[in-house]
C-alpha cells in the first residue's frame, strides 16, 4: 500500500465566525462571509535575559504575546430589504464603539477540518477600501487580540 503525496495547504483554508449572541457565550455563531484575505498572526514579545553565568551566549525569555488578524472581506448586502450582512454589521458597529461594545468574540479554523482552530476577543479597526467605479465594496478590518488567543477543537473535525 503505498502512501498519499502530501499536498500543499491552501490559504482559503481559513473560515472566521463571529459570536452574534448577546452575551458573547459562543452560543450564536455565525459565518463572516466574503473573506478575500485572511492573515493571521501571533507574536511574542521576547526580552534578553542573558547573565554572566551563560558563558557568553545570549539567553531570551518569552515575557508576553499578542495577537492580530488582517482581514479584507468583500461587504455583503440585502439589497431588498437595504441591510448588511449582520456579522459585516457588528464588526462595523463594534469598530465605533467603546467599553465592551468594541469588543467582537471570533474563532477561526481550518475549514477542511486540520487541527488548527483558535479562539479570542478583538477590538475591530474597520476601514472601507474605496476604489474606481469599477470595484467591489471591500473593507480591510484589522482585530486585535484584547487578551488571550485559545487554541480549540476544531468545530468541523
Given at each position: 500500500?503505498?502512501?498519499?503525496?502530501p499536498?500543499?495547504?491552501?490559504?482559503r483554508?481559513?473560515?472566521?465566525?463571529?459570536?452574534?449572541?448577546?452575551?458573547?457565550?459562543?452560543?450564536?455563531?455565525?459565518?463572516?462571509?466574503?473573506?478575500?484575505?485572511?492573515?493571521?498572526?501571533?507574536?511574542?514579545?521576547?526580552?534578553?535575559?542573558?547573565?554572566?553565568?551563560?558563558g557568553?551566549?545570549?539567553?531570551?525569555?518569552?515575557?508576553?504575546?499578542a495577537w492580530?488578524?488582517?482581514?479584507?472581506?468583500?461587504?455583503?448586502?440585502?439589497?431588498?430589504?437595504?441591510?448588511?450582512?449582520?456579522?459585516?454589521?457588528?464588526?462595523?458597529?463594534a469598530?465605533f464603539?467603546?467599553?465592551?461594545?468594541s469588543?467582537?468574540?471570533?474563532?477561526?479554523?481550518?475549514?477542511?477540518?486540520?487541527?488548527?482552530?483558535?479562539?479570542?476577543?478583538?477590538?475591530?479597526t474597520?476601514k472601507?477600501?474605496?476604489?474606481?467605479?469599477t470595484?467591489?465594496?471591500q473593507?480591510e478590518?484589522?482585530?486585535?487580540?484584547?487578551?488571550p488567543?485559545?487554541?480549540?477543537?476544531?468545530?468541523?473535525?
Amino acid at each position: 500500500m503505498s502512501t498519499p503525496t502530501p499536498v500543499t495547504a491552501l490559504a482559503r483554508r481559513w473560515r472566521m465566525e463571529l459570536d452574534m449572541s448577546a452575551a458573547k457565550d459562543g452560543s450564536d455563531w455565525q459565518l463572516v462571509p466574503g473573506v478575500t484575505s485572511f492573515e493571521p498572526s501571533a507574536e511574542p514579545n521576547i526580552e534578553d535575559s542573558s547573565d554572566y553565568d551563560s558563558g557568553g551566549w545570549a539567553g531570551n525569555t518569552k515575557t508576553g504575546q499578542a495577537w492580530e488578524l488582517g482581514v479584507t472581506v468583500n461587504r455583503r448586502i440585502n439589497d431588498q430589504v437595504k441591510t448588511y450582512h449582520p456579522t459585516h454589521e457588528a464588526l462595523r458597529l463594534a469598530s465605533f464603539a467603546f467599553g465592551s461594545a468594541s469588543q467582537v468574540h471570533l474563532r477561526y479554523y481550518d475549514r477542511d477540518g486540520l487541527p488548527e482552530a483558535y479562539e479570542g476577543t478583538a477590538l475591530v479597526t474597520w476601514k472601507p477600501s474605496g476604489g474606481e467605479y469599477t470595484a467591489l465594496d471591500q473593507v480591510e478590518m484589522t482585530l486585535t487580540g484584547d487578551g488571550p488567543l485559545v487554541p480549540i477543537t476544531n468545530p468541523v473535525s
